[in-house]
């Protein structure tokens, strides 16, 4: 296990929710893709990456940026699935064929205002993350596996492509090159490791534990930032 990074292209802009996209929950959804079955997928997680306190070492999302590529901030509106027993229904609509004017159009509130979500997006030429384990392997899962990252992927919000990596002296994967959390750490955790005092860092009860679908442990946390920038 080597310390390292993990840089792609990204080729459409990347949809976030309240946290940014990490590392050992994209190499999960990987594992999970190649195994199938979830508790298999997390045990070969903790195999792949070097943990401290069950706290793995692979950071979150880092936009990577340069004097003349800045992040671009974009707005993203996605529409929702027609549901039939709702947008169909013969009350808002003629479904036989007439020639008729709807019945009934909800434009300021009801399901149809629902259907319509304006959503926040990044644009940068290229990610990056940070991590510390078998970095040959977790390439192979991404390259193989890896079709986006952020939410919405379906859609075709943040695709990726050209996956490149290359091995660092230091170990950024907890605590960044700003000295700042790189992912959510224990305060117990960071503490130890850190030359930041608390006082200086967002601090939020969360869960820290791989993968975070299957549930893990809470507790107050070192927060990273949700939008954060590295200049290469």
Same mark, same amino acid.
């Given at each position: ?10 080729? *459409? +802009? ?11 929950? /994209? !190499?999960?959804?990987?594992? $999970?893709?190649? %195994? ?87 644009? *940068? +030429? ?11 392997? /977790? !390439?192979?899962?991404?390259? $193989?596996?890896? %079709? ?85």
């Amino acid at each position: 296990m080597i310390p390292f990074q993990i840089h792609m292209k990204l080729k *459409s +802009p990347l949809i976030m929710y309240r946290y940014p996209p990490s590392l050992a929950s /994209i !190499v999960w959804n990987c594992l $999970f893709f190649h %195994l199938r079955d979830e508790v298999k997928a997390k045990a070969q997680l903790f195999s792949i990456f070097k943990s401290t306190e069950e706290v793995l070492h692979a950071s979150n999302l880092f936009f990577v940026v340069s004097p003349h590529q800045t992040l671009i901030a974009k707005s993203h509106t996605k529409v929702g699935a027609m549901l039939y027993e709702k947008d169909l229904n013969q009350v808002y609509c003629k479904p036989n064929g007439r020639k008729d004017t709807y019945t009934k159009l909800l434009v300021s509130g009801g399901p149809y205002k629902n259907r319509f979500r304006l959503l926040e997006s990044f644009h *940068s +030429p290229r990610v990056l993350f940070y991590g510390f384990g078998d970095i040959e392997r /977790i !390439v192979n899962l991404l390259n $193989f596996y890896l %079709l986006g990252i952020g939410a919405e992927i379906n859609s075709g919000s943040g695709q990726v492509d050209d996956i490149r990596w290359n091995s660092i002296e230091n170990d950024y994967s907890l605590i960044g090159p700003d000295h700042l959390p790189a992912r959510p750490i224990p305060i117990r955790v960071y503490n130890e490791m850190s030359r930041t005092v608390t006082q200086n860092v967002n601090i939020e009860l969360c869960n820290y534990s791989h993968p975070y679908r299957l549930g893990g442990k809470t507790e107050p946390c070192a927060m990273n930032e949700r939008i954060k920038r590295i200049v290469i």
